[in-house]
């Protein structure tokens, strides 16, 4: 079989993940809660399945999900979208994102991915005949180099992917971030992808700015979003895509053929769900005890770090210690410590080796403090 994406192997978090467990090791690499969900919300799936909705949903969703996410959006970004023509769910922010790619790609048009870029993007890219054009973060801190993404635009430019809060940095993007990209796009015929799938999970009282909240972005932008990430269920994969009007019907038109419709009983108990706004706005401080948790530890360390602003992970770089790449390293505390964590040379297209690892807090306390001891202790 002639491959249409012969550089791509097996994604890096089913490689960790699987050796975590086979050499029991402590999880900290794919990104997934190590706890359970609200007992409640199992309790709300079990009820709609036993009321009978156990059939396939509407293609763009069931309605009442729509409305209560419509609800959201407005109390936490003030922002309006119409629940029938704007709002799409979807089986988790990864068939968002490639429902949403496949819409607007074309053969030899070029997307910018802003590097590193979470591992989803650059293959569907390439599946609709696109050509990713990467455009290097500034390391340490991960902000965005407006000049370089102005300097990598041209006119097959068709769309532009981001991603705040940032995997695998954790960086949030501020109003001059939003305020350039708009000024690089307005007059242009450019569309946004933006993942947001860590929407509400920001620390030391940052707030996420989603690209919806800025005028000219919402007109362009397709915001992707994750249930998952947020109620502690990345496993129901169920999330959704915010557009404006025309944008959402072709975008449909690609969602019905990729999935057609999401899980039902899981649309119903999270409509119910979302009524209680406490159920995503405790998220913050909830994940902000984690992350201080582990940064904690890790100030008993050698490593160097600067605490996320975002997301639930932690960078922790080690170049100055060691000349083992990332890759190695990861591979080697999972074997030998017992701590496993992500390299973050494979969110790179040429697998650049930055000597820094990623580790995932969103486990238990106890898990975090037998990592983090285990980590004091290790070269
Ligand atoms: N985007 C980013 C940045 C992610 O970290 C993830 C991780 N799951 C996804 C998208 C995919 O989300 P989902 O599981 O809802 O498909
Ligand atoms: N988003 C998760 C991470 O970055 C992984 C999800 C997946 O394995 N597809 O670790």
Redesign the pocket.
């Known amino acids: 079989i002639q491959s249409k994406l012969p550089e791509v192997g097996t994604t890096i978090f089913t490689i960790m993940s699987k050796m975590a467990s086979d050499y029991q090791a402590i999880n900290l690499s794919q990104?997934?809660p190590g706890f359970n969900c609200d007992p409640h919300l199992i309790e709300l799936v079990y009820k709609y399945m036993k009321e009978g909705k156990n059939q396939y949903a509407p293609m763009s969703g069931v309605p009442l999900l729509r409305e209560r996410l419509v609800e959201k959006t407005k109390k936490v970004y003030g922002v309006d979208y119409d629940s029938e023509s704007e709002v799409t769910i979807v089986?988790?922010?990864?068939?968002?994102?490639y429902s949403a790619v496949t819409s607007i790609v074309k053969p030899g048009d070029e997307v910018i991915l802003l590097e590193p870029a979470?591992d989803?993007y650059a293959p569907a890219i390439k599946l609709c005949g696109g050509i990713p054009v990467y455009v290097p973060l500034n390391l340490p801190d991960f902000s965005i180099h407006w000049n370089s993404v102005k300097d990598a635009l041209s006119d097959k430019t068709r769309l532009i992917m981001v991603?705040t809060p940032?995997?695998p940095s954790g960086y949030m993007w501020t109003k001059e971030d939003l305020e350039n990209l708009a000024q690089l796009i307005v007059d242009k015929d450019i569309y946004v992808i933006s993942?947001e799938?860590?929407e509400h999970i920001t620390f030391d009282g940052r707030k996420h700015l989603s690209m919806m909240t800025h005028p000219v972005l919402k007109e362009r932008t397709f915001v992707?979003g994750?249930?998952?990430?947020t109620f502690h269920v990345?496993g129901w994969?169920?999330?959704y895509c915010l557009a404006p009007e025309e944008m959402t019907r072709e975008f449909r038109k690609v969602h019905q053929f990729v999935t057609f419709s999401t899980a039902t009983p899981l649309q119903y108990a999270l409509a119910e769900y979302l009524e209680d706004e406490h159920h995503y706005l405790e998220l913050p401080d909830f994940y902000q005890k984690k992350r201080d948790l582990f940064c904690e530890g890790l100030r008993e360390t050698e490593l160097l770090f600067t605490p996320a602003q975002g997301?639930f992970f932690q960078q922790v770089s080690y170049g100055h210690l060691s000349k083992e790449s990332d890759f190695d390293l990861a591979v080697r505390w999972t074997k030998e410590i017992g701590v496993a964590s992500i390299p973050i040379s494979v969110f790179f297209k040429n697998k650049n080796d930055h000597k820094i690892l990623r580790f995932c807090f969103a486990k238990l306390d106890e898990e975090l403090e037998k990592a983090i001891k285990i980590i004091q202790k290790s070269k």
């Open positions: 990104g997934y089986s988790g922010a990864t068939d968002a994102i979470y989803c991603n940032h995997n993942d799938v860590y992707c994750s249930f998952g990430k990345t994969k169920i999330g997301s």
